[in-house]
């Protein structure tokens, strides 16, 4: 095993920002959800593109692993180094190295969160809008395609993404995509590595696009008697050209646990919750003809406000529904699924699945970005309990099938790491052996972020 | 030289579809700008993808070349197989497979061309909005990841296949991305292949998103005296989150073309011509918020319209620029340029690209899509002139050393193709070698569209 050479040799550059101690290792072994604990032989910390170069040279010339690592708030334990080698951490790579207000757009290294970019955009009246709800790290978003309650409007990180800076498997480093809002010129290496999960190379620096702040925003809520036709309304605002920047499902059981965790009053049923950007007029006409076509679809309670209180409260109690869902079992892990289908096929998918879930012995409350077809069960499952365990996992299958019948994927945005790898053969086909050629076109030696996304040898 | 045999067996399977008539080579390996006569051997008419499938088993087993040809619309001589072999001309396979009105996708073969598929699409209130001009077939702007004038509202290429089926080098079939509108599954195939030029594979099949026909369509045109604030009026309306669906700019010598060619009566000084798309109330209220921008720097002549008819001979005289600037020189054919820069570098760009022209003995009209920061100069040389060729090679020249030098792209929208090869090493450095590895990885023995895209040996 010549890891143990690569560590001396990365000592060498890193002194003791490579790191052994036991809680790093634990951290950097251990996931969000489910998957069993699997640390590192030990963690880098690079601080700069060129010693994330340094890293992968000593790591290709002692067949060491490297497996990147941002805020570890992955659900499919993407950042897990399931075959060991070292983690590498780019908490100290956190700079925002440009701002650039005319352009609308930034350049980051990958371990800025999102929230702390946001931070930094204040004063300048932009924003980046992709939104996963947890404050994860730019780099992870990119590697894992996140996306989130805004996707409908402003797009996931595939669309968010202009550029990126990447070191590869041998050290090398590229730069993909300018600064330039569009290029014709050659394969789009950037949308190759957004999604690739750190298999084809380490991301060291990131050009984002960014939009203005909203003269005006104004949100609303309203509550179904089923989800068909919370669906059907959602359909026609779509078609109708009304610009949603939210549009959020959730179903009964997520609204009492919202009431319960937060002190909210929802009636247990299944509600739309909405949110518009633009000019006030603007704002308030659209939140006005979608609240006409939820009362032709026999929505009730339908109520909107522009006042930022109101709609902070809104988006907080839907920020904290999973942790309002995991509240409802006390002690409870949970094992959150992540399906996306055609949008007209998304009311039967639902339904399907409420009633599989019903069946079933555990709860799963659900909720999703419906504008995108994308929703979420959230299986709460007893620690240890291993009859639980297989029993969401039964569940999760059942779903990933359900949606790639109806023409969908098995993850709209949570990425596949190690929790859908068992379903690329069936969602690609001949497709997934052309990125297995890809990958050993990159990455003949299979170092970075090894046992994930490809057929695995 | 192999390819006798190869068309030997295609003939077989093709029949009469295998065509070696001279008005057949003739229409394939010519181009509409300025590269050199290059037919093909012969030229395929597939009906169906298991047809292009055999064909590609065929030249793979003889080693022959293959280059996929659409509506022949390309800038930059892409269809031409400058290596001889076949021509795979997709016009036999022009159906629309399905339109998913809720879902608001269709899925087309890929000789469809865009105004075909908008003439389906009329009644049902959806359309496909990527324009670039021409009426090219959308396997063409997919692989050419092509755009125009809506990009800045609906994107390119690239935002608008949702998936596609493709035809690899050694006749496997593959099929990238789902009916979902967004998913985490792994490496964006769907992307590698959309602007990949037929380098990579031949698409037999799109999936595109749709969009809904606004409600109103507002249409503005007014005048500047210099470029600079035009495009500062550009920067501060997409700042303000205002929606533009068009925001199209053409200097004074395409203003006076367009005069001269359809009678129209623009002053003789650079132009903004802008469209917004929405409800009643939200066009008016953007045109009347965008033409405060445009008197707060300066601008002339502001005038805004809702009527189809104005708004009609608006774009209809934008879309025959390109033929009225050809129009003021006789006989004249045209090098066309595709820079696309920042936004903050665009009034610089075009400026400096302006007295570069000015310096010259041919006339150069800009026109361009300034909410993108990509423009065109339309370089007209007297047909055999070599000294005016070579003269506007090297403006072309330094307009692209100019766009890469301010961050930007040799090709905003046009693409690779025979033009702009020279450029890729520039632009992408070692990125260039991972595109070639790429290209190695799939196509391995470079059959597919062979002479473009990647180094060449």
Chains 1, 2 share one sequence.
Not at 59 to 75: E, K, R
Request: with cysteine; net charge negative; charged share 20%.
């Amino acid at each position: 095993m010549p890891v143990p050479e690569a560590l001396t040799a990365l000592a060498k550059i890193l002194g003791d920002r490579l790191s052994r101690s036991k809680s790093d290792l634990d951290l950097h072994g251990r996931n969000e959800t489910y998957f069993p604990f699997a640390p590192p032989d030990a963690v880098a910390y690079p601080e700069t593109t060129e010693e994330v170069a340094a890293i992968a040279r000593i790591c290709a010339q002692h067949d060491c692993p490297m497996t990147g690592w941002g805020a570890g708030t992955s659900l499919e334990g993407h950042a897990l180094p399931v075959r060991g080698g070292i983690s590498v951490d780019f908490s100290r790579m956190n700079r925002v190295l440009q701002i650039n207000p005319q352009d609308m757009d930034c350049v980051v290294q990958p371990g800025v969160t999102r929230e702390a970019l946001n931070q930094e955009l204040r004063a300048t009246g932009l924003f980046f809008p992709v939104d996963p709800g947890a404050n994860a790290s730019l780099g992870g978003m990119a590697s894992t395609r996140a996306s989130g309650t805004t996707a409908v409007r402003y797009g996931t990180m595939r669309d968010n993404v202009l550029g990126l800076e990447a070191v590869l498997a041998d050290g090398r480093v590229i730069r993909t995509g300018t600064r330039a809002r569009k290029s014709a010129a050659g394969y789009d290496l950037t949308g190759l590595f957004v999604g690739a999960e750190g298999t084809l190379g380490l991301i060291t620096e990131l050009t984002l696009k960014l939009q203005g702040q909203p003269e005006a925003i104004s949100a609303a809520v309203c509550a179904f008697d089923e989800i068909g036709p919370a669906v059907e309304t959602v359909i026609e605002t779509i078609q109708m050209g009304i610009p949603m920047a939210r549009i959020e499902f959730v179903d009964a059981a997520t609204a009492a646990a919202v009431n319960a965790y937060s002190g909210a009053s929802f009636p247990e049923m299944p509600h739309l919750m909405v949110e518009f950007h633009g000019s006030e007029a603007g704002v308030a006409e659209q939140a006005e003809s979608f609240g006409a076509l939820v009362g032709e679809h026999g929505g009730h309670g339908f109520d909107w406000s522009s006042r930022p209180e109101d709609r902070n409260a809104l988006w907080t109690m839907r920020h904290n529904a999973y942790y309002a869902c995991l509240a409802t079992r006390k002690g409870a892990t949970a094992l959150v699924t992540d399906l996306c289908v055609p949008i007209s096929r998304l009311a039967e998918a639902v339904e399907e699945t409420r009633a599989d879930i019903a069946a079933a012995t555990i709860p799963g409350p659900i909720l999703g970005h419906v504008g995108d077809g994308n929703f979420h069960a959230i299986l709460l499952v007893e620690p240890g309990n291993t009859a639980e365990l297989d029993e969401a996992k039964a569940l999760s299958h059942r779903m990933v099938e359900r949606a790639l019948r109806m023409g969908g994927t098995a993850t709209g945005e949570h990425g596949i790491g190690m929790g859908k790898l068992g379903y690329m053969d069936k969602e690609h086909g001949a497709a997934w052996d052309v990125m297995g050629a890809l990958k050993q076109a990159l990455d003949p030696n299979n170092l970075m972020n090894p046992g994930k996304m490809v057929r695995q040898g």
